[in-house]
């Protein structure tokens, strides 16, 4: 059964740093991009970094340039997300999947509901 295990939330001040982790199962992201996104209280899922299979490419919104760098170990099938200089409107719920459509590159636009399989990890930013 594929399974990904998001975690490294928390609750952090305006400024702060936190490094989520996304550890996946029966090596769910060999050759795949991976993608993390987020949820905001009473706002729907969005986009928030992706990283191509190799590591050679990765994406950002806008809104988070210069603070978030996405990384992944694929020996451990893993993906990460350092955040730094954290702000409130980071707040939500985050969540890690694979596009399962590029072949190894990333487009946010081919993640689907259906392709988010843990539970995600609660970020709380106070101001």
């Known amino acids: 059964q594929v399974q990904t295990v998001e975690s490294g939330g928390g609750l952090v001040q305006a400024g702060g740093s936190l490094r989520l982790s996304c550890a996946a199962s029966?090596?769910?992201?060999?050759?795949?991009?991976v993608g993390w996104f987020r949820r905001a209280p009473g706002k729907e899922r969005e986009f928030v970094a992706g990283?191509?299979?190799?590591?050679?490419?990765?994406f950002y919104t806008g809104s988070v340039k210069g603070r978030f760098t996405i990384s992944r170990d694929n020996a451990k099938d893993t993906v990460y997300l350092q955040m730094n200089s954290l702000k409130p409107a980071d707040t939500g719920v985050y969540y890690c999947?694979?596009?399962?459509?590029?072949?190894?590159?990333?487009?946010?636009?081919?993640?689907?509901?259906?392709?988010?399989w843990g539970q995600g990890t609660q970020v709380t930013v106070s101001s």
């Open positions: 999947a694979r596009d399962p459509v590029s072949a190894g590159g990333f487009n946010s636009d081919h993640v689907s509901e259906r392709d988010f």
């Open positions: 029966r090596r769910t992201f060999s050759r795949y991009g």
């Open positions: 990283i191509s299979w190799d590591g050679g490419s990765t």
